[in-house]
């Protein structure tokens, strides 16, 4: 199980407020810059499955991998409604080391899911999945936490209140930096109260180490995997990345050399 396991019942309602179509209308929009005629995806870390159901209905064929059975169960249930046949796919997989029969036009990861690849050779190894499942000239888009806010900011203690019609979710997330490992640990407790009060509450713990990353060593360890770096940009507004900007994408373009 991963650290998503209970989690993953919880996902959507903890994030039902976050913008899955602008986020893939801004996908489509990098896609289409830096690599136009991109039909197949591979997203890694696809989690519940919805940019990838929202890529399939804008025409790409999207294989997602997940190491969270959870995660891909809620994605397939979701699959399921939309009536979609052959795409998306899912796998389960870890994204170190998962290997798929296919090469891809863009290899996709969103939400984080590299910076949980918290120890240089998991995220080698990350990496290099992306490297070998991608066609020559095909493109790598992925975000992370970005190094330069994190230090500047130092994440702080948050609580999230949500509800829906069964439950009432509280979270409380509590961080701490360990600035030599360039890595925050965030623990979140998370309170499950049904609306229904003949049911019992529930509090599932989980630790989720977050790496955070600077250029030039994303820069370096691309180029280990065969990729050059095209561009670095603050998520969703394309902005130049600063020490404001938690979230920070990086598109880079598979060459042809062998990777090391
Ligand atoms: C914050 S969620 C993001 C999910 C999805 N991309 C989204 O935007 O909603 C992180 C996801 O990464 C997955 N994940 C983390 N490490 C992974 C690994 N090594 N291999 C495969 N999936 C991984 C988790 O299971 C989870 O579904």
């Given at each position: 199980m991963s650290q998503f396991g209970k989690y993953s019942e919880y996902y959507d309602l903890l994030y039902k407020d976050k913008d899955y179509a602008l986020e893939v209308s801004y996908v489509d929009t990098l896609v289409k810059t830096y690599?136009?005629?991109?039909?197949s995806i591979l997203e890694l870390g696809?989690?519940?499955?919805k940019h990838a159901l929202l890529l399939t209905q804008k025409g790409y064929e999207i294989t997602g991998v997940d190491v969270s059975s959870q995660m891909l169960a809620e994605a397939e249930r979701r699959k399921a409604e939309t009536g979609?046949?052959?795409?998306?796919k899912f796998a389960e997989g870890d994204v170190r080391t998962v290997r798929i029969p296919d090469r891809f036009d863009v290899i996709l990861s969103l939400f984080h899911v590299m910076s949980y690849q918290t120890s240089n050779i998991d995220i080698l190894n990350a990496f290099e999945t992306a490297s070998l499942h991608c066609k020559n000239g095909g493109i790598f888009i992925f975000d992370v936490w970005y190094g330069p806010a994190v230090l500047s900011q130092i994440p702080e203690t948050r609580i999230k209140r949500l509800s829906n019609e069964k439950i009432r979710v509280t979270r409380l997330a509590e961080s701490t930096l360990i600035a030599e490992k360039n890595i925050v640990e965030v623990n979140y407790e998370v309170w499950i109260h049904p609306q229904n009060s003949d049911s019992s509450s529930e509090v599932i713990r989980e630790k989720h180490p977050m790496r955070y990353f600077f250029n030039p060593e994303l820069e370096l360890l691309l180029d280990r995997k065969g990729f050059e770096t095209l561009r670095s940009e603050e998520?969703?507004?394309?902005k130049e990345p600063g020490l404001e900007t938690w979230g920070v994408v990086f598109i880079a373009r598979k060459n042809d050399s062998p990777i090391s």
């Amino acid at each position: 199980m991963s650290q998503f396991g209970k989690y993953s019942e919880y996902y959507d309602l903890l994030y039902k407020d976050k913008d899955y179509a602008l986020e893939v209308s801004y996908v489509d929009t990098l896609v289409k810059t830096y690599k136009p005629d991109s039909k197949s995806i591979l997203e890694l870390g696809c989690g519940t499955g919805k940019h990838a159901l929202l890529l399939t209905q804008k025409g790409y064929e999207i294989t997602g991998v997940d190491v969270s059975s959870q995660m891909l169960a809620e994605a397939e249930r979701r699959k399921a409604e939309t009536g979609f046949k052959n795409f998306p796919k899912f796998a389960e997989g870890d994204v170190r080391t998962v290997r798929i029969p296919d090469r891809f036009d863009v290899i996709l990861s969103l939400f984080h899911v590299m910076s949980y690849q918290t120890s240089n050779i998991d995220i080698l190894n990350a990496f290099e999945t992306a490297s070998l499942h991608c066609k020559n000239g095909g493109i790598f888009i992925f975000d992370v936490w970005y190094g330069p806010a994190v230090l500047s900011q130092i994440p702080e203690t948050r609580i999230k209140r949500l509800s829906n019609e069964k439950i009432r979710v509280t979270r409380l997330a509590e961080s701490t930096l360990i600035a030599e490992k360039n890595i925050v640990e965030v623990n979140y407790e998370v309170w499950i109260h049904p609306q229904n009060s003949d049911s019992s509450s529930e509090v599932i713990r989980e630790k989720h180490p977050m790496r955070y990353f600077f250029n030039p060593e994303l820069e370096l360890l691309l180029d280990r995997k065969g990729f050059e770096t095209l561009r670095s940009e603050e998520w969703l507004s394309g902005k130049e990345p600063g020490l404001e900007t938690w979230g920070v994408v990086f598109i880079a373009r598979k060459n042809d050399s062998p990777i090391s």
